[in-house]
């Protein structure tokens, strides 16, 4: 993710030939530190030749994609519900929390924060599209959050643990909206959706919380059978 904002940034602000040699040389950076983290964690792989992230590769389907477009859009900012499954046979726990379920029936807070959160960004894409300054941070943001997108449409089982590397993109996108004619109406879409996402994200992290405590319990307790 990082790789990716730094090579975007590069390319537009920087002349080509420098572009190229300033990631090579934070490809240089990475691996150098890379290889002193070795010495101290001697099981850390080699972050290129690695295979062992092909196992978090998924089929591109229909329900795949829908699962990653509400994930990186609408669970990113208002959290979903969450169920306990079998971790499988390579986790050290019995179970695994997934959080692929939609809020929005269990809790009205939770499609109000929605609803209004997806106007605030509507509002803000539509700025991206129609303001004339600010080009290369418009491009930017437009470049890194489709080649996010992308990528988690491939990879990553959960999805929504990974959405610290997009969400304050889209709110900066959602901010653009401000510098329009619908400012007060993005203004206040973005008082009812952080009431209603204040709400909504801690009942359901306190929830959260309180089924990961029962897994853990559950974990030591076969642990110790003889």
């Excluded at 605030?120 to 930017?140: C, E, N, S, V, Y």
């Excluded at 709400?199 to 076969?222: C, F, H, K, Y």
Aim: glycine residues 6%; charged residues 15%; hydrophobic residues 55%.
């Amino acid at each position: 993710t990082n790789w990716m904002a730094g090579i975007v940034m590069a390319a537009l602000s920087l002349p080509a030939r420098r572009a190229i040699q300033t990631t090579a040389k934070a490809l240089g950076v990475v691996t150098v530190a890379w290889g002193i983290q070795k010495v101290f964690f001697r099981s850390v792989r080699f972050f290129i030749r690695s295979t062992h992230e092909l196992k978090y590769v998924e089929p591109v389907t229909s329900q795949r994609l829908w699962q990653v477009t509400r994930a990186y859009f609408v669970h990113s900012m208002v959290l979903p519900d969450h169920a306990a499954v079998d971790a499988g046979p390579y986790r050290t726990i019995p179970l695994k929390l997934v959080t692929q379920f939609s809020p929005i029936a269990s809790d009205p807070w939770a499609l109000v924060g929605v609803c209004a959160w997806l106007g605030l960004l509507a509002i803000g894409a539509m700025a991206m599209l129609t303001l004339r300054d600010h080009f290369r941070l418009r491009l930017a943001l437009a470049l890194i959050l489709g080649g996010q997108f992308a990528l988690h449409v491939v990879y990553g089982n959960e999805t929504f643990l990974y959405s610290l590397h997009w969400v304050p993109l889209l709110v900066v996108v959602a901010a653009l909206g401000m510098r329009t004619r619908l400012c007060p109406i993005a203004l206040a879409l973005a008082g009812v959706a952080v009431i209603a996402m204040l709400v909504s994200n801690t009942r359901r992290s306190e929830l959260a919380a309180s089924a990961a405590a029962g897994i853990m319990t559950r974990s030591d307790e076969v642990s110790t059978k003889p």
